[in-house]
């Protein structure tokens, strides 16, 4: 496999979920690998996205389980919330899983630049002031916060910033309404904070099933999360006082401490080089990649959200996976990108896969639809208003379990499980014939009998 014509036989660009993962994985199959990090091993996950996001989530739930353990006769006395042990113990946490990532890559025998990476040309890069060769190159750099130009842009953050506050503000407003957003706002209320969310359109995650999301939507309310639906912030101005008054479309204000924007990602391929090449973006700036992950330039290559596709982590992990078993194996998968299971860690969780009922709709000529909505165990003794809302959607034709949708807690570990049956093309009538697990709120799958079909 090696070709001595070139330093490397792979250069990956990018130390984050998709770009690890394919570098260790080349480098077991024989290939001879290296790969350049600019700022964090782990990337955007690890850093600055779903760990330090799920730890947050974590902290501030515990809030409604003070109140949850009252009603279990438990004397919970006034609590009080320490920020700075929270930012100083997540940060620990992350730099070890910083240094985990090392020493992966380092036991794979793949070398590592710690720097920023510049594509020269089809088989050249430039780092630390090197030219470097490679038979081919990865590139595996991730996206970015985007934040559209208005007056007051610059006074705003983004998730990046979130994760490394001093202090908590008292009051917070949050744009978008993407799952970002949402995750965003219900750890900022957990906390204490009062939490504004803001969204152009009529409802937030709009890729997701309309009846989690009206459900989700009266749950955030009821635990008071503030939302501003049909809103746009029309400019900010910044206060004697520091605090920023954002002007609403509404004609509102609301004056706030910090204003986050979740409004998108951008991939990451500005001044990376790419012009010196063949590689193609396309109208958002993601690299154009055919089935296997190939550029316009035949020794180019792409995964993760740069390509634009389906920013998970373990999607890109996915995708990083068959393309060194592509390049080093003799492989020829391609990635199948129908039942992605994902969860939006909202509070309560939503999970989801497969097609939601609108998708479906559209999709198959005649659909059931089974669903179910009730008070969990949990939340039974006395009124927290915690409702879970569980939901199958079935192809008429086939019987096929074609989505699983649930709101509720533990929505995302649920759905994992779940999403195994579907991939494998389970029918309505192998969920029928599952044997539930009681008392839990998941066997309500494998019990609903009442469709409603059209
Ligand atoms: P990244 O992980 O972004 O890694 C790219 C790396 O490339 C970065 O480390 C960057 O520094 C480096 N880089 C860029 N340019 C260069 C260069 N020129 N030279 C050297 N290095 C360079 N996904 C989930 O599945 N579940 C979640 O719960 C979840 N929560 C999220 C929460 C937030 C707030 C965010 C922002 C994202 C979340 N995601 C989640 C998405 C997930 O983080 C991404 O899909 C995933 O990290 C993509 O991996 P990647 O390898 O494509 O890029």
């Known amino acids: 496999m090696a070709d001595s014509k070139y330093d490397y036989d792979l250069f990956v660009i990018g130390a984050g979920s998709g770009g690890v993962r394919a570098a260790r994985m080349s480098a077991q199959y024989g290939a001879r690998v290296a790969i350049a990090e600019q700022q964090y091993l782990g990337g955007t996950c690890v850093n600055v996205g779903c760990v330090p996001k799920k730890l947050f989530v974590y902290a501030s739930a515990f809030r409604d389980d003070f109140t949850t353990a009252g009603n279990f006769g438990w004397h919970v006395p006034e609590t009080t919330f320490d920020w700075a042990t929270l930012l100083r113990n997540k940060n620990a946490e992350i ?165 986050m924007y979740a409004t ?92 939601t009922e609108q998708q479906a709709r559209q999709r198959f000529t005649k659909v059931d639809i089974y669903r179910s909505e009730f008070t969990p165990m949990k939340h039974s003794l006395g009124d927290t208003g915690e409702n879970v809302l569980m939901k199958l959607v079935v192809d008429t034709e086939t019987d096929r379990v074609v989505g699983c949708h649930m709101l509720g807690e533990g929505a995302g570990e649920i759905i994992q499980g779940f999403a195994v049956a579907i991939k494998a093309g389970a029918t309505k009538g192998d969920f029928d014939a599952t044997v539930g697990i009681h008392p839990t709120a998941a066997e309500e799958f494998v019990t609903m009998r009442t469709a409603v079909t059209g």
């Open 95 to 259: 730099e070890r899983l910083n240094g985990i990532y090392a020493k992966l890559l380092d036991n794979a025998g793949v070398v590592l630049y710690r720097d920023r990476a510049v594509v020269e040309g089809p088989h050249e890069i430039s780092i630390d002031g090197k030219r470097i060769t490679s038979r081919h190159i990865l590139v595996c750099t991730g996206g970015k916060p985007f934040v559209p130009d208005f007056p007051g842009a610059e006074l705003v953050i983004t998730s990046d910033q979130a994760f490394f506050l001093e202090r908590l503000p008292p009051a917070i407003a949050i744009v978008g309404g993407g799952y970002i957003s949402v995750e965003f706002a219900g750890i900022f209320n957990g906390l204490g904070v009062e939490t504004h969310l803001v969204y152009r359109g009529s409802l937030f995650l709009k890729e997701f099933d309309q009846d989690l999301r009206e459900i989700l939507a009266k749950e955030m309310a009821a635990k008071g999360i503030h939302l501003h639906f049909d809103t746009e912030i029309e400019r900010i101005d910044e206060e004697a006082n520091g605090a920023l008054r954002s002007t609403l479309s509404s004609g509102q204000t609301l004056t706030t401490g910090l204003v």
């Open 264 to 355: 998108g990602r951008t991939p990451n391929t500005e001044s990376l080089g790419l012009n010196n090449t063949a590689v193609a973006l396309d109208q958002h700036g993601a690299i154009l990649v055919d089935d296997h992950f190939q550029s316009h330039e035949p020794s180019i290559y792409a995964i993760g959200d740069v390509i634009g596709r389906v920013a998970l982590t373990p999607v890109a992990i996915h995708e990083g996976m068959l393309l060194a078993d592509n390049l080093f194996r003799g492989g020829k998968g391609v990635m199948n990108y129908e039942f992605i299971p994902t969860a939006v860690f909202s509070q309560p969780n939503l999970g989801t896969v497969g097609y």
